[in-house]
């Protein structure tokens, strides 16, 4: 089993930056790609970054140029940077993890879940 927990959410101001961070632990060889997932009220989850054991990344369009994931594999622990925060932003950012190589748009099949934090975009 993997445990991930979150940190780093907040309340900021828009065009602000925030960095959460996500640490795996338990049976951390269960673990290829990690990434992260939002989900705003009364709307859809939706796939926001996603890092492979071979650092390949990819976002979604609506993040892309201004989030940035990383993967510090010595601490188990994977990051996402937000930079230009606007409030379509504010969600609740989940952490995922799993055995496969690729994560699915909406999560289904995920198998690793953080508790989720929260992240309120003011403008």
């Known amino acids: 089993q993997v445990q991930l927990v979150e940190s780093g959410g907040g309340l900021v101001q828009a065009g602000r930056s925030l960095r959460l961070s996500c640490a795996a632990s338990g049976s951390i060889s269960s673990i290829n790609v990690m990434g992260w997932y939002r989900q705003a009220p009364g709307k859809q989850r939706e796939l926001v970054a996603q890092i492979t054991s071979g650092f390949l990344t990819n976002y979604a369009d609506s993040v892309k140029g201004r989030f940035t994931i990383s993967r510090d594999i010595t601490k188990n622990t994977v990051y996402l940077q937000m930079n230009s925060l606007n409030p379509e932003d504010t969600a609740v950012y989940y952490c995922?993890?799993?055995?496969?190589?690729?994560?699915?748009?909406?999560?289904?099949?995920?198998?690793?879940w953080g508790q989720g934090t929260l992240v309120t975009v003011s403008s």
């Open positions: 995922a993890a799993d055995r496969a190589r690729r994560m699915t748009v909406s999560g289904t099949g995920v198998n690793y």
